[in-house]
């Protein structure tokens, strides 16, 4: 089966770190550019990263940009989002999303992990 | 605020078509043809169903479509179901300063 699993999430102080991770099955990582997505709770969504199928390119938003930092691992068809200073609007289901293949042109999720909840509190 | 301006809800009842717009600038929706939208059901993750601007994959019903005229670009439901009630996002690339942006959803409710 073609699925996304996004693991690591939990109750964090303010200024403490956490570690995302999300176990890729049913497709050939290495093919893909993948996304980190979140949703604060009864919010919107928010794009948070991107990472080149090799790794050779990284992109982040503006809230995230400088604390967070993405990265996979093909050989174990995984993903990371190291989460470092966290802030309590940081609080969020972050979903783990597949791009659009490493050899065409576009921007889009066509799979989503179920997410894994972040909750910044003291 | 989001980046792409939707309105916060829609609404018709089974069998009308219902259109929800999506709202950017000429750096995100009006300079690439990479509009995107989702569906989301309450307590599910969001689901593609449309892509390059007017693109289905594969399993959404024909009733999906998508436009883009400038820098507004639109999601069509066609013959409502009761199950397309959800909230629906729109997303775009949004350039090297800020890759991805969405809309804020829209509501949509089948009357």
């Known amino acids: 089966e073609v699925q996304l699993v996004e693991s690591g999430g939990g109750l964090v102080q303010p200024g403490g770190s956490l570690r995302l991770s999300c176990a890729a099955s049913g497709f050939t990582l290495i093919s893909y550019n993948m996304n980190w997505v979140r949703q604060a709770p009864g919010k919107g969504l928010e794009w948070v990263s991107y990472i080149s199928s090799s790794s050779s390119t990284t992109f982040y938003a503006d809230s995230v940009r400088g604390r967070f930092t993405i990265s996979r691992d093909n050989a174990k068809n995984s993903l990371y989002l190291q989460m470092n200073s966290l802030r309590d609007e940081d609080t969020a289901v972050y979903y783990c999303t597949r791009g659009v293949m490493a050899t065409i042109s576009g921007w889009y999720f066509d799979l989503w992990g179920r997410g894994t909840l972040v909750t910044v509190s003291s | 605020q989001s980046a792409l301006t939707q309105p916060p809800s829609a609404s018709g009842s089974p069998g009308q078509s219902v259109t929800i717009s999506c709202t950017g600038t000429s750096s995100d929706v009006g300079a690439y043809n990479y509009v995107s939208w989702y569906q989301q059901h309450p307590g599910k993750a969001p689901k593609l169903m449309i892509y390059d601007v007017s693109k289905r994959p594969s399993g959404v019903p024909y009733r999906f479509s998508g436009s883009k005229s400038g820098n507004t670009a639109s999601l069509t439901v066609s013959g409502l179901q009761a199950e397309d009630e959800a909230d629906y996002y729109c997303?775009?690339?949004?350039?090297?300063?800020?890759?991805?942006?969405f809309g804020g959803g829209t509501k949509l409710t089948v009357l």
């Open positions: 997303s775009s690339h949004g350039g090297s300063n800020n890759l991805g942006v």
